[in-house]
């Protein structure tokens, strides 16, 4: 009898953790290629004979598609389900993969990773987990946010130093197999455990009050001579309105914010200086100086395991800062640390340049947490998810024009340096720009906000 009461009395893991575990699974997934592509550039050059403009063009290509998809594919999940576009997402991921291992020429190489990774990787982007995030947490949003974002990394941790390996070894034929098949397998385990809404199980987001309690708004705190952020009247739903339209809809809507173009200035020159950067260059960046492949594959790795902590600490501290302030330090000192790159990097890894794995990787994507909570502050809940869609579509665009703007670098110059040095600069610009954020009052769940300063 008393262990029938404890069993009844213990409590359940709620239904949000096994939504968010999946979560992070599909983040994983999407990020193992993503990674790969530093690593399989010079493998690809050699095997093929294609030069760097070649392979850095179809990664940029990539970059590109992976971000303009993101605010669609934000869109698709409103009118078709998180679960049915994800479980199609990974399919493609695992189908563009696997194809490059019969590809022959160079347009191969760009419609498989240009296009259908893109977007298959871009439909399990960021804004996937912003959108999972704000449906089944109300409690913890920010930490979740962050651990998502740490995905990415965990991913390029997981993944890479392997892919470098079987690049150097069997060939990167194996390595492109490696990630098709992770892929393809986590079909059927999202299609067993995600769901679209807390609802759809019977149950409340985490944290939430049950839905027989009211629930009691914040109160507007006057400030004078504040002027309310513009609201756009409620349109179509995503399931009555079509996924382009409510993308493009929401584009007009926000773009009338002077913070959306902020947010979206900012998040581009995120990219720039980490996925078209770091992520795309420092591999053959540190081959120029000598440096084995296996080596700056696992310094790249490295940066992933730092940045795990430092996105994770990043969403803590998005429930309790202003992420204005934290937007501004994270890209502030991400910028002083890629002024030093050039003078760091050499045929072995020295302490200085360890220094730097560490403090780049606790400050990788950092940003991602407070740039999701300003959307939310400043669009609402119904919105933010698409409009951060649009800003990590900057994020990725940037990413791409880094790619290719890196790359030409290298062949008209021989080196990266003035890759570094523009990156630097941007980054400075960037922690400039997010402290002219207006302020939000009473931004829970994006209700009853209004903004302290124009």
Same mark, same amino acid.
Not at 242 to 252: H, P, Q, T
Not at 261 to 283: D, E, K, M, P, Q
């Given at each position: 009898m008393t262990a029938t009461v404890e069993r009844a009395t213990r409590p359940r893991v709620h239904r949000a953790w096994w939504? =968010?575990?999946?979560?992070?699974?599909?983040?994983?997934?999407? /990020?193992? $290629?993503?990674? *790969?592509?530093? +690593? %399989?550039?010079?493998?690809?050059?050699?095997?093929?004979?294609?030069?760097?403009?070649?392979?850095?063009?179809?990664?940029?290509?990539?970059?590109?598609?992976?971000?303009?998809?993101?605010?669609?594919?934000?869109?698709?999940?409103?009118?078709?389900g998180v679960r049915r576009v994800v479980a199609a997402s990974l399919t493609l991921v695992a189908v563009g993969s696997g194809l490059t291992l019969v590809m022959t020429s160079p347009w191969q190489l760009w419609v498989l990773w240009g296009f259908a990774v893109g977007i298959g990787t871009g439909s399990l982007a960021l804004v996937f987990g912003a959108i999972v995030a704000n449906r089944w947490f109300e409690k913890h949003r920010g930490l979740v946010v962050g651990v998502f974002s740490a995905a990415s990394s965990t991913?390029?941790?997981?993944?890479?130093?392997?892919? =470098?390996?079987?690049?150097?070894?069997?060939?990167?034929?194996? /390595?492109? $197999?490696?990630? *098709?098949?992770? +892929? %393809?397998?986590?079909?059927?385990l999202?299609?067993?455990?995600?769901?679209?809404?807390?609802?759809?199980?019977?149950?409340?987001?985490?944290?939430?009050?049950?839905?027989?309690?009211?629930?009691?708004?914040?109160?507007?705190?006057?400030?004078?001579?504040?002027?309310?952020?513009?609201?756009?009247?409620?349109?179509?739903?995503?399931?009555?309105?079509?996924?382009?339209?409510?993308?493009?809809?929401?584009?007009?809507?926000?773009?009338?914010?002077?913070?959306?173009?902020?947010?979206?200035?900012?998040?581009?020159?995120?990219?720039?200086?980490?996925?078209?950067?770091i992520g795309t260059h420092l591999i053959p960046a540190a081959h120029d100086h000598g440096m084995p492949a296996t080596t700056s594959a696992t310094l790249l790795a490295t940066i992933g395991i730092f940045d795990i902590i430092g996105t994770i600490a990043s969403g803590w501290l998005t429930d309790r800062v202003d992420s204005r302030y934290l937007l501004c330090g994270y890209y502030f000192f991400r910028g002083l640390s890629l002024l030093a790159v050039p003078y760091l990097l050499g045929p072995h890894v020295q302490p200085s340049l360890f220094v730097f794995i560490v403090f780049y990787g606790l400050d990788w994507v950092a940003t991602v947490p407070p740039t999701v909570m300003l959307c939310r502050q400043h669009f609402g809940l119904e919105r933010s998810s698409v409009v951060f869609g649009w800003v990590f579509a900057a994020h990725m665009v940037g990413a791409g024009v880094a790619a290719s703007f890196a790359g030409w670098i290298r062949t008209s110059q021989g080196d990266y340096f003035s890759a570094w040095m523009t990156a630097g600069g941007l980054c400075v610009l960037a922690a400039a720009l997010c402290l002219t954020i207006p302020r939000v009052v009473g931004e829970r769940g994006g209700a009853q906000r209004r903004a302290v300063s124009r």
């Amino acid at each position: 009898m008393t262990a029938t009461v404890e069993r009844a009395t213990r409590p359940r893991v709620h239904r949000a953790w096994w939504v =968010a575990a999946v979560t992070m699974a599909a983040l994983i997934a999407a /990020a193992g $290629f993503r990674s *790969s592509t530093g +690593a %399989l550039l010079v493998p690809l050059e050699e095997d093929f004979g294609w030069s760097r403009a070649t392979t850095s063009g179809a990664v940029s290509l990539n970059l590109i598609v992976y971000g303009l998809t993101a605010p669609f594919a934000a869109a698709l999940m409103e009118r078709f389900g998180v679960r049915r576009v994800v479980a199609a997402s990974l399919t493609l991921v695992a189908v563009g993969s696997g194809l490059t291992l019969v590809m022959t020429s160079p347009w191969q190489l760009w419609v498989l990773w240009g296009f259908a990774v893109g977007i298959g990787t871009g439909s399990l982007a960021l804004v996937f987990g912003a959108i999972v995030a704000n449906r089944w947490f109300e409690k913890h949003r920010g930490l979740v946010v962050g651990v998502f974002s740490a995905a990415s990394s965990t991913g390029q941790l997981v993944f890479l130093p392997a892919i =470098a390996r079987l690049a150097e070894g069997p060939g990167w034929r194996f /390595a492109a $197999f490696l990630v *098709s098949g992770f +892929a %393809l397998a986590l079909v059927p385990l999202v299609w067993w455990l995600l769901r679209d809404r807390p609802e759809d199980v019977g149950t409340t987001a985490y944290g939430a009050a049950p839905s027989d309690t009211p629930v009691e708004l914040p109160v507007e705190v006057p400030v004078p001579g504040a002027q309310p952020l513009p609201v756009a009247p409620p349109g179509p739903t995503a399931q009555s309105e079509g996924a382009a339209r409510v993308a493009i809809r929401v584009l007009k809507e926000s773009s009338r914010s002077r913070t959306f173009w902020i947010l979206f200035v900012t998040f581009w020159i995120c990219g720039w200086s980490t996925n078209g950067l770091i992520g795309t260059h420092l591999i053959p960046a540190a081959h120029d100086h000598g440096m084995p492949a296996t080596t700056s594959a696992t310094l790249l790795a490295t940066i992933g395991i730092f940045d795990i902590i430092g996105t994770i600490a990043s969403g803590w501290l998005t429930d309790r800062v202003d992420s204005r302030y934290l937007l501004c330090g994270y890209y502030f000192f991400r910028g002083l640390s890629l002024l030093a790159v050039p003078y760091l990097l050499g045929p072995h890894v020295q302490p200085s340049l360890f220094v730097f794995i560490v403090f780049y990787g606790l400050d990788w994507v950092a940003t991602v947490p407070p740039t999701v909570m300003l959307c939310r502050q400043h669009f609402g809940l119904e919105r933010s998810s698409v409009v951060f869609g649009w800003v990590f579509a900057a994020h990725m665009v940037g990413a791409g024009v880094a790619a290719s703007f890196a790359g030409w670098i290298r062949t008209s110059q021989g080196d990266y340096f003035s890759a570094w040095m523009t990156a630097g600069g941007l980054c400075v610009l960037a922690a400039a720009l997010c402290l002219t954020i207006p302020r939000v009052v009473g931004e829970r769940g994006g209700a009853q906000r209004r903004a302290v300063s124009r």
